[in-house]
């Protein structure tokens, strides 16, 4: 059984206009949490906050979270939290082979996947209660990458380390990561393009659990890592058994 309290929490989600952050702030408010959304996209949020039906306890702050004048911006704005969690990633032009990656496309992956959170820890942790929590999203190419995703697999390793010395330093503050599987998001028309359904299809006949990810697989595994104070330093595998093949 969780032992954080969500009724009533103040959370924010980095990423949360679509995706994985969607489904996670459906499930919080509908546990009545106060969830603000931050993204980049003024559009985005506006989507955000018409697919959530203008929920009551909805907030939503446009945020570059790899610009830290507009992270720290967030938090003067947000006040107290209960719990921060980022599934935000620009990862557009990165699934490249090698000879063909941009740097400018790498960089945006470090920023939104690394330097992101990094300013989202330095800010975020000052208006965090002690039973308070971040959680972040890294993914399985870093322990399953393939041609064309370098960039990514060393981000989200990057990211790992990361949670784990974060979890030191800001202790008793719980800094957690979900590792997701292929999960069918927008994302994927970046990575995949026209190819995105036969591709997913294909791997969903390799994957032990039958089937690709959905958001809301990710949605509970996250909102488990808010809720379970013994719990810190911890990457949640949640891809379907996707290491094992």
């Known amino acids: 059984m969780t032992d954080i309290r969500i009724e009533g929490a103040k959370i924010v989600i980095v990423g949360g206009s679509s995706g994985m952050g969607l489904a996670l702030a459906a499930r919080l408010l509908g546990e009545g949490a106060v969830v603000t959304i931050a993204g980049r996209s003024e559009d985005g ?19 570059d979270i790899s610009r830290e004048e507009e992270v720290a911006a967030l938090f003067r704005t947000s006040g107290p939290v209960d719990h921060i969690v980022s599934t935000a990633a620009d990862i557009e032009g990165a ?14 992956v470090v920023e939104s996947k690394f330097y992101g959170p990094l300013l989202l820890a330095k800010y975020g942790a000052a208006h965090l209660p002690p039973s308070g929590s971040i959680t972040y999203t890294s993914g399985v190419a870093a322990y399953r990458p393939a041609a064309r995703g370098s960039v990514v697999a060393a981000v989200n390793a990057a990211l790992e380390g990361l949670v784990r010395a974060l979890a030191v330093e800001l202790a008793p503050i719980r800094i957690n990561a979900v ?5 069918d998001t927008p994302i994927w028309s970046f990575v ?36 379970n104070g013994f719990t810190t330093g911890a990457i949640l595998h949640v891809e379907g058994g996707h290491r094992l093949v």
Do not use: C, N
């Open 192 to 227: 995949a393009g026209d190819a995105k359904q036969a591709t997913l299809d294909a791997m969903a006949e390799r994957l032990p659990a039958g089937r690709i990810g959905r958001p809301d697989d990710i949605a509970d595994a996250i909102r488990f890592l808010i809720g």
């Open 179 to 183: 590792s997701p599987g292929w999960v």
């Open 95 to 108: 699934y490249q082979l090698l000879p063909s990656i941009e740097l400018a496309a790498a960089q945006r």
């Open 45 to 63: 949020l506006a989507a955000a906050r018409r697919d959530l039906g203008e929920h009551p306890k909805l907030k939503t702050h446009a945020a």
